[in-house]
C-alpha cells in the first residue's frame, strides 16, 4: 500500500508543489525542508489499514446541482443507508434476504416516499429468467434474489403502493 501511494501522480504533485512552492523559499542554508506523503511508520499495517478505513466517508452528491456533503437533509441519508444494507443483503451467498425497517417515511418527503415504495415493491419481486437474466445471474447470483421486505408504517401514503394481499393491519 505504500508503494501505491508514494507512486500514485497527484500524491507525487502535491509533494513537489510543497517542496518546490512552499519549503525551499522557507529552508535555510545547509538545512533544506522537504516534505514527505505517506503513512506513519508507528504501528503494524492491520492498525494502519484500520486508521485508513476509518476516515473514509460515503456521502451524497448531486451532480447536476453540485451539491457537497452536508447539504443532504436526514431523509436522503436514510436512503443511502438502505442502499448500503440492500448492498450487503445482495453480497449474502445463501438464503433469502431479509429487509426489516421501521417507519421508512420518516423525514423524506411525500414523492421521494412514493420512489422508495416502488422500488421495494420491485425488489421484492422474482426476476424473469430471461436469457440475458441468465447470464447476469451466473456472474453475480446473490444480486438476484428478491429481498424479503417487511416495513412497518402509520403513513397512509406509503400503504397506498401495497397491493393489499401484502398488508397486514395490527390495531389494538
Given amino acids: 500500500m505504500r508503494e501505491l501511494v508514494r507512486g500514485h501522480e497527484t500524491i507525487k ?14 529552508s535555510l542554508a545547509g538545512q533544506p525542508l522537504h516534505s514527505h506523503l505517506g503513512f506513519g511508520d508507528s504501528g503494524s499495517d492491520t492498525t494502519k489499514l484500520k486508521l485508513i478505513l476509518e476516515r473514509l466517508e460515503l456521502g451524497l452528491l448531486d451532480k447536476s446541482a453540485g451539491l457537497a ?4 437533509g436526514l431523509g436522503s441519508n436514510n436512503l443511502l443507508f438502505m442502499a448500503c444494507e440492500l448492498l450487503l443483503l445482495g453480497k449474502q451467498p445463501d438464503g433469502l434476504p431479509l429487509l426489516l425497517i421501521e417507519e421508512p417515511e420518516a423525514h423524506l418527503h411525500p414523492q421521494r416516499q412514493l420512489r422508495l415504495m416502488e422500488f421495494l ?45 401484502n398488508l397486514v393491519l395490527i390495531c389494538e
Avoid: F, W
Avoid at 13 to 26: G, K, M
Avoid at 69 to 72: D, I, L, Q, T, V
Fill in 121 to 165: 415493491v420491485s425488489a421484492s419481486q422474482p426476476v424473469a429468467q430471461t436469457q440475458a437474466h441468465k447470464q447476469e445471474q451466473e456472474q453475480e447470483p446473490a444480486q438476484t434474489r428478491p429481498e424479503q421486505v417487511i416495513l412497518t408504517t402509520h403513513s397512509p401514503n406509503l400503504s397506498s403502493k401495497i397491493a393489499l394481499e
Fill in 69 to 72: 456533503k452536508g447539504s443532504y
Fill in 13 to 26: 504533485v502535491a509533494q513537489a508543489t510543497i517542496n518546490d512552492r512552499y519549503l525551499e523559499p522557507l
